[in-house]
């Protein structure tokens, strides 16, 4: 048993090596990494990061995630709430085949309706906008929002709506002033997970957009096929692509484990 | 439990979220559904040709490769992740510096962009220019994930484990964190020894949460798509193209829409049976522990 | 805004309407005796009606992919005669 601390650590271990190996490729000149294999650069250089904040078509990818994987987060969240509550206090009809198809819809594979979508959004002319993504990325956001929304909820008693009631309070100020308080750290860790799988998915996404709207994702991609030699720029996006994630869990860290068994443990 | 009021005013609460997923889910599902029975020659003319592509789809053996690779993937997926992600989360700390340490750095991995895993293992794996793919070689083997099918199911299993273990580890974790100490502190004077801690204490506490676990990490490594996609590119020959890729493939590379749409509808059968499964046993399991707890 | 993209046909969309008249059966049904009619059947769950509707119209799907597998030739009303048995005995013992 002393020698337990050893599990996780190799783990981690495991987890950052390849992370430092892209780090590390994104401080090299792009000769070094072709011609001399070494762990860390010898010939340290920020050229990489400087050729993405100076292209327009490299950091207009970063600005364009940021947007769609906003709105999708203040959609996801704004809308599950008052669902979230109906399915933890009320019963109806169809309540749980409601609950159930809107889960189907979050194990749904994207490959599936990327298709109909392309077509879908240019009929109604938001082809190639933020706000399609962001749309597009509510098929699987907000089942997992009312999901997770729902088993923080149901933590709370029922007690406190009651008292709130006999009190004299209507329905939407309850809510605000009593309620969203009470459940507020289900909330970010809830905006956590929107961020996470809107920010990571790239499928919906390259399909929706062409130029004014494609992610920092989709660019790296075309680089990749285009070009396919720029390795030192293609590893320092990649890096810059994994700083809003470790920002994120920074400010959570106190709920991550929470957060991960959805309120219910 | 609480006994929930019946209320049908509940609906209008619930209606905004079921517009927007339904005119993002219901309207795409129906265009699907009209594709697949028919052929068109581009620029919206269709023909009516029945089952056709079904018949055709059912019996075709690249269908049923993809679905076989599909299968093997997901069950070895499963099969390494599970176990290791809850060997992982019992050896956790569960105090002091370490807690923080560890849940971050396991954390990263499932917030960095899908297609950016790929491109960071296709960097890794490399034998030029990668860690991985350089030591290997140096030490011997004979590694190229590009052109060895071997090689390319093992970089792509490894990356899924290193993507995904992680969020098996976090939820077994926050399982254990619900034990009170109490159940600890019996079981020791008990004399149990840590295989019945493991079986009688910490696995029934962890059951729902690692219900949850294989059913995100079963649906999410059946549709797998862009990792994949990135490192291999379904490549070399088929052996790395899963139904996410072939289907992509049909779709948008070749634009075949009517068998696109029929392998799409039996894909989204596939995953609705086992969803419907997995939550009555889901739904199930969470009624019994209430009664029994309560 | 232009739905010819949707490709509707006569077949699919009597299949939607059929589907959506099932659906609007099944409100009415419930607000005429609510509850659901909860029993546990032969696969030791609790269903509902709403239940028995799903496992019936997921497993009709189910026997005319395998029928179009295993008999290629023959017509597909076999298929659907069977599903209608098969609906029956879900409603009867599920």
């Not at chain 2, 929930?4 to 619930?14: H, L, P, S, Y």
């Not at chain 2, 990356?159 to 976090?170: N, Q, R």
Request: hydrophobic fraction near 55%.
């Amino acid at each position: 048993m002393r020698w337990k601390w050893l599990v996780p650590a190799i783990y981690i271990f495991f987890l950052l090596l390849p992370i430092y190996w892209l780090v590390n490729m994104s401080l090299k000149t792009n000769d070094e990494i072709l011609s001399i294999f070494s762990l860390w650069p010898r010939d340290l250089t920020l050229a990489n990061y400087k050729v993405i904040f100076t292209d327009a078509s490299w950091y207009s990818g970063y600005i364009n995630s940021m947007i769609y994987v906003s709105i999708n987060v203040v959609i996801s969240v704004t809308f599950a709430l008052p669902a979230a509550y109906a399915f933890s206090r009320y019963s109806f009809v169809g309540d749980k085949h409601l609950f159930f198809w809107l889960l189907t819809n979050r194990m749904a594979p994207p490959a599936v309706f990327a298709l109909p979508f392309f077509q879908l959004y240019s009929s109604i002319g938001l082809f190639d906008t933020h706000i399609a993504v962001a749309i597009a990325h509510c098929l699987f956001n907000l089942p997992l929002a009312v999901w997770i929304l729902e088993g923080f909820m149901s933590g709370i008693p029922k007690e406190i709506d009651e008292t709130a009631f006999v009190d004299g309070y209507s329905w939407p100020r309850f809510f605000v002033k009593i309620f969203i308080p009470n459940i507020a750290s289900g909330i970010g860790v809830t905006a956590f997970f929107c961020f996470m799988f809107s920010w990571v998915e790239l499928l919906l996404a390259r399909t929706l957009t062409a130029v004014h709207a494609k992610p920092i994702s989709a660019i790296m991609t075309r680089t990749v096929s285009a070009s396919g030699l720029d390795w030192g720029v293609l590893a320092a996006a990649g890096v810059l692509t994994i700083l809003p994630g470790a920002l994120v869990i920074w400010f959570v860290r106190n709920h991550i484990a929470k957060g991960f068994a959805l309120g219910r443990v | 439990m609480i006994a929930k009021q019946t209320n049908q005013k509940a609906w209008f609460m619930v209606l905004p979220v079921f517009l927007v997923v339904a005119f993002s889910a219901v309207i795409p599902l129906m265009t699907v559904v009209n594709y697949s029975f028919q052929d068109t020659f581009g620029s919206n003319q269709f023909f009516w040709v029945g089952m056709t592509w079904f018949r055709d789809l059912i019996h075709s053996e690249r269908f049923h490769d993809a679905f076989l690779r599909q299968i093997m993937f997901s069950s070895i997926i499963l099969a390494i992740e599970i176990p290791l992600g809850i060997a992982i989360a019992l050896t956790m700390p569960k105090k002091g510096w370490g807690v923080p340490v560890c849940l971050i750095s396991m954390a990263l991995p499932l917030l960095i962009p899908w297609n950016v895993v790929g491109t960071i293992w296709q960097i890794f794996g490399r034998v030029d220019i990668g860690l991985l793919g350089h030591t290997l070689a140096s030490l011997g083997f004979d590694y190229n994930y590009t052109q060895d099918p071997v090689a390319a199911w093992l970089t792509i299993i490894i990356m899924d484990v290193w993507h995904w273990t992680s969020l098996v580890v976090l939820l077994a974790y926050a399982g254990l964190c619900s034990i009170p100490d109490a159940y600890y502190q019996a079981a020791k004077i008990d004399g149990a020894s840590r295989l019945a801690v493991f079986r009688y204490i910490q696995l029934p506490k962890m059951q729902r949460v690692l219900l949850i676990a294989i059913l995100l990490r079963f649906m999410d490594s059946f549709m797998i798509y862009t990792e994949p996609f990135v490192i291999t590119g379904g490549g070399p020959g088929n052996s790395t193209t899963f139904m996410s890729i072939d289907l992509v493939k049909m779709a948008i590379g070749q634009f075949d829409l009517g068998p696109a749409a029929a392998m799409s509808l039996i894909y989204f059968l596939v995953i609705l049976l086992l969803s419907y499964v997995f939550y009555t046993v889901m739904s199930n399991i969470g009624e019994e522990s209430s009664n029994g707890g309560a | 805004m232009n739905l010819s993209w949707m490709a509707w046909t006569k077949p699919t969309a009597t299949f939607f309407i059929l589907i959506f008249c099932m659906l609007v059966a099944m409100t009415i049904w419930e607000m005429k005796s609510p509850g659901g009619a909860p029993r546990v059947g032969i696969l030791r769950f609790e269903t509902t009606r709403g239940d028995r509707l799903f496992v019936s119209l997921l497993g009709a799907a189910y026997i005319h992919i395998l029928w179009l597998a295993l008999f290629p030739g023959l017509a597909l009303w076999w298929a659907f005669a069977i599903a209608c048995v098969y609906a029956f005995c879900v409603f009867k013992w599920v």
